[in-house]
């Protein structure tokens, strides 16, 4: 009887210990300034992207499939990616807000002057010696609202890169005659397409071979015809995907993936 009194009273002193250190845990998420409050966005791909006339290129960068666009509330941070999302507690730290565990490695997010850093933990799988910045964007507020099932911001996404890369008026080199590329998504001069989409690349099925993809639909009528798009000076130039072809045993076979055709829009851009 003694022994079983004496087993409960260390069950209990253990059980004790471990709520104490539960709480001492707890306590090192902390309430952060006002100024951090709100939506932060990777430079290194958001900016990229819009200065050079590029998405393939970037979504290779890792941070860009788990933390495109950091969501950061009084005492957490939601990280949206092109593949997933993370949900992390802020860190009692003196630099070190959060910690982001991913498929991709851990990474440590650091606060220094008005800029949020991501950087990796030493002894990973797979090195990234970059430090990545993200930069205060209540421009890109919005993007966090309305979330798609699926990749969570890919809509929104989509969205901001037809209206930031794509979107105005274009002159067709070939037939003299006006394309627009509205910010909503609509499309006119271009044969019977009304709409277009630039693909964001989320996701993991990439059949383009890292091209970028331009769609243009009309969905009444059933049409859908991919080209890659290519900037050269103020000429947005698209090229047809077609079908990759490859010789297997003496066969001509159609694969999975697209390769540029033949056909080419020059656009010169007029605004």
């Known amino acids: 009887m003694k022994r079983l009194y004496y087993i409960l009273i260390i069950i209990g002193t253990i059980s004790c210990q471990l709520n104490y250190n539960q709480k001492e845990f707890q306590n090192e998420n902390v309430s952060i300034s006002r100024e951090l409050i709100g939506t932060w966005g990777l430079s290194n791909y958001l900016d990229s992207i819009i200065i050079k006339k590029e998405v393939a290129k970037y979504r290779l960068q890792s941070p860009s499939w788990f933390g495109i666009l950091l969501e950061v509330s009084e005492d957490s941070i939601i990280s949206y990616g092109s593949i997933i999302e993370i949900e992390a507690g802020l ?4 630099d070190t807000l959060a910690i982001l565990d991913s498929w991709v490695g851990k990474w440590m997010l650091l606060q220094k002057q008005n800029k949020l850093l991501l950087k990796q933990f030493p002894n990973q799988e797979d090195v990234d010696t970059t430090i990545y910045i993200y930069n205060k964007r209540d421009d890109l507020k919005g993007m966090t609202e309305d979330l798609s099932i699926i990749h969570k911001i890919s809509s929104n996404m989509t969205k901001f890169l037809n209206e930031e890369i794509i979107s105005g008026t274009y002159l067709n080199q070939k037939t003299n005659t006006k394309v627009e590329f ?7 001069g271009i044969d019977d397409f009304t709409e277009y989409e630039v693909r964001n690349y989320f996701g993991t099925l990439h059949l383009h071979k890292n091209l970028d993809v331009l769609f243009l639909k009309n969905k009444t009528e059933g049409l859908v015809k991919q080209y890659n ?6 000429n947005l130039v698209l090229t047809e ?5 490859i010789e297997r045993n003496g066969k001509d076979v159609m694969t999975d993936y697209f390769v540029l055709g033949k056909e080419i829009i020059d656009l010169k851009k007029e605004d």
């Open 91 to 94: 860190l009692n730290k003196r």
């Open 182 to 188: 509205l910010k909503n998504g609509e499309l006119n």
């Open 229 to 234: 798009w290519k900037f050269e000076g103020d």
């Open 241 to 245: 995907f077609k079908n990759e072809t």
